[in-house]
């Protein structure tokens, strides 16, 4: 391509008159003024892409910091339901008649042979609590029995 | 392109003429022609490929490269708790670690096994061989708590990495172990209802896909799915955790007491049909299947199979009473021995001519006698009561194992199978059939199918009934408390019962003996002892079934299951909240 335009260039150059001599000169001043036209332009597209990518970057930091922190809370939340998971964990097996029956027997309780229910109507008593004989005294348990009741 | 056309024409006007097949390599115009060729099919190969990745292959392509950066990771399902039927919970799932190691990142395995072991509390010489190799993965402690974790993670041995799982616990440790049963290490159930619920329990597994840069670290701008995972359903059992307990306390008693081998303890509300207590003997502790005997892990209510014996006289008794053919004081003459078809038949005790009331005859548990009052109706008719009660059906509760029981159609009887089936020999049912027919008797007749399961617990909330258990008339209303009545003479003093009585209450119960089979031979060895009742006999509120297998110190049903059962019904009148009986107790004569 570049032979073709050099071919061409040249006959349009003997056409050249004085008028276009002046028109040269002001298309000199409008080539200077273009020129620094040209130049803010640049500064312009250069401050706009500079624009963006700091924009973006500070989007993009912003996520991240976004994700860091929901990992973080993720993490919290994560370890706090462990927690829970444990401590009802251990309720349940605190709670379970296994341990209580235990707990009891090491405070010298043993179970009731025979219920005994009041009547309120009349104030009969069916039914007998039949007294028990402890194989060893409840305070050998290392417990206070005046504090089991409170 | 336009480059060499423009050259290359004005070539071809100065060439000179050449003849045909005079090649000379120096020719530029060929040359170039030859350039151009080439050219072109380099273009057009590239042109190609360019066409096959983008156009043809182009989703392969763009989906291998999204897989390259593209990682999966599994979100477990939370599976369903196993509870009881006030919520309280026989399996839970918990966060747990699995703490792995890469061998060849540990320097000092000596040291830190001593820091690891009394934290884990497994032996130092393990931890430290588990340390030690060249192995890039292997596990030192599984299962452990997420507090033993952080003070593992606390010691910071490089290479020791903790892995989160999860894990089931059983909270109540061997209560309803052998109806709970186990899970795997995968967490799959392997035994019980862990097993035969799986599909309730288990939910559905989670993925998340998402962009992860070359170190595998998460990229926040990147694109990723997310596949929630769907929690399993949990189920609430018709058991009540304190019952059971107590249950399994007073079975394993009885157990000891009498020298048996193996024992079974039903307790079941006969107004609903719902399971309250299903305790074996022996059992094994949930939480550590594996150091148990397999066969401490059978749930004997449900997957043994027993000769009833005595109990099942009531299902002979009852149906003579619904039949209109003999009243509790109808009088029979019980001779020493029987003889019917070539065999002769006894009761548990030397007697010569008994004049025994039909009462008699359950009280005393007269096998002659019930023999002789059950040859009243024809063995069809028998054959309809023992169906309509279960005896060989199949239970109705979908539980890994369960068994229906043996009972040949009628058309299949010889000539003993009538007089045996009548006193409870030669047939065979699980103890919560044996319970059922009892259940039946204290529900005015009306059979309610067992049940174990109260309700599905959906992970979206709400409670799920499952089918209502089927009724079925079993007698009128009228018999089962004429036979109630009967049952209470047989734990009075007269009767086998009377270690069954628990103060202030109408007690009515049925003894049982009879011979066991045993599993190892398939022949009869040593005796089936139990004890069938239900309290309080006016209305009753609850049916408690005991069987012992094998025992050696006194083997009478009366002997060795009725203090069970008493023990059991002490309990059950507190926890039930069962005020003592204000009307009489059953009079009957049992003689004439």
């Known amino acids: 391509m570049a032979i073709l335009e050099s071919g061409l260039a040249a006959p349009r150059a003997r056409y050249r008159s ?22 803010r332009f640049a500064v312009l597209v250069i401050g706009l892409l500079l624009g963006a990518l700091i924009s973006s970057l500070l989007l993009t930091t912003l996520l991240a910091a976004d994700a860091f922190t929901l ?36 405070l010298g309780m043993v179970p009731a042979p025979g219920p005994a229910f009041l009547y309120l109507s009349d104030g009969r008593i069916v039914g007998g609590g039949v007294p028990i004989r402890l194989a060893r005294p409840l305070r050998a348990a290392g417990v206070d029995p005046v504090a089991i009741g409170r | 392109m336009t480059l060499i056309r423009e050259r290359g024409a004005p070539a071809r006007q100065r060439r000179p003429r050449r003849t045909r097949g005079d090649f000379r390599p120096g020719n530029p115009g060929r040359r170039l022609r030859l350039g151009l060729v080439l050219t072109l099919a ?19 392509v763009s989906t291998s490269a999204v897989a390259s950066r593209m990682r999966e990771a599994v979100i477990p399902a939370q599976r369903g708790q196993i509870l009881d039927r006030t919520g ?20 000092d395995a000596v040291g830190a096994a001593g820091g690891i ?6 032996p130092r010489w393990q931890v430290r061989r588990a340390l030690t190799g060249e192995r890039r993965f292997a596990y030192v402690a599984r299962g452990v708590t997420p507090a033993q974790w952080q003070r593992v993670r606390d010691l910071g041995v490089p290479g020791v990495f903790g892995q989160p799982t999860r894990q089931r616990v059983y909270p109540a440790g061997a209560v309803a172990a052998t109806v709970v049963g186990f899970v795997g290490t995968d967490g799959h159930g392997l035994d019980g209802l862990e097993y035969g619920l799986e599909d309730i329990l288990a939910g559905e597994d989670g993925l998340l896909i998402y962009e992860a840069s070359a170190g595998g670290r998460r990229i926040p701008t990147g694109q990723h799915s997310e596949r929630s995972a769907v929690a399993g359903t949990s189920v609430r059992l018709t058991l009540d955790r304190d019952i059971q307990y107590v249950a399994e306390r007073t079975l394993a008693r009885a157990v000891r007491n009498a020298g048996a081998d193996s024992g079974s303890l039903v307790v079941i509300d006969p107004a609903t049909g719902q399971l309250l207590a299903l305790a074996s003997a022996p059992t094994f502790d949930a939480n550590a299947p594996t150091a148990s005997d397999p066969q401490s892990r059978r749930n004997r209510p449900l997957q043994e199979i027993v000769e009833p014996g005595s109990t099942s006289k009531v299902i002979t008794l009852a149906a003579v009473l619904n039949e209109g053919l003999a009243t509790p004081t109808t009088r029979f003459t019980v001779p020493g021995v029987l003889y019917r078809k070539g065999e002769d038949y006894r009761d548990s005790f030397e007697h010569g001519r008994l004049p025994l009331t039909l009462t008699g005859v359950l009280a005393r548990s007269s096998n002659i006698g019930t023999i002789i009052a059950g040859e009243r109706m024809s063995p069809e008719t028998f054959y309809s009561y023992l169906v309509r009660f279960g005896i060989g059906q199949p239970l109705g509760i979908d539980f890994p194992g369960a068994t229906r029981g043996i009972l ?28 059922s027919v009892f259940a039946t008797l204290a529900n005015d007749g009306i059979r309610i199918q067992p049940s174990l399961i109260l309700g599905y617990q959906p992970p979206e909330g709400g409670i799920r009934a499952p089918a209502p258990p089927a009724r079925t008339r079993v007698v009128g209303a009228e018999a089962a408390r004429t036979m109630r009545q009967m049952l209470e003479m047989a734990t009075s003093e007269q009767g086998t019962g009377s270690a069954a009585t628990v103060p202030g209450y109408r007690v009515a119960g049925k003894t049982g003996t009879s011979d066991r089979i045993d599993p190892e031979c398939g022949c009869y060895r040593g005796y089936t002892s139990s004890f069938v009742g239900m309290i309080p006999a006016e209305q009753p509120r609850a049916v408690i079934a005991v069987i012992l297998q094998n025992p050696r110190n006194g083997y009478y049903g009366g002997q060795v299951a009725a203090p069970a059962f008493q023990a059991m019904a002490t309990y059950l009148v507190q926890a039930m909240r069962i005020p003592p009986s204000v009307t009489p107790r059953a009079s009957l004569p049992l003689e004439w």
């Open chain 2, 408 to 435: 040949a159609p009628v058309g299949q009887w010889n000539d003993a199978s009538f007089p045996t089936i009548a006193f409870g020999q030669g047939v065979a049912a699980n103890a919560v059939q044996i319970a």
């Open chain 1, 18 to 39: 004085a008028a276009a001599a002046a028109r040269q000169r002001t298309s000199q001043r409008a080539e200077q003024r273009s020129r620094m036209s040209a130049a």
């Open chain 2, 117 to 122: 072991a009394p934290i884990v509390a497994l």
């Open chain 2, 88 to 107: 309280a919970p026989l399996a839970a799932t918990v966060q747990a670690f699995d703490i792995v190691v890469d061998q060849t990142m540990v320097e």
């Open chain 1, 71 to 106: 990992s973080e809370l993720r993490a919290t939340g994560r370890d706090l339901a462990v927690t829970e998971e444990q401590l009802a964990q251990q309720v349940s097996v605190l709670e379970s008649p296994t341990t209580v029956a235990r707990r009891a027997r090491a």
């Open chain 2, 42 to 60: 380099l273009l057009m190969v590239y042109g190609g490929r360019v066409v096959q990745v983008q156009v043809l292959d182009a989703a392969d």
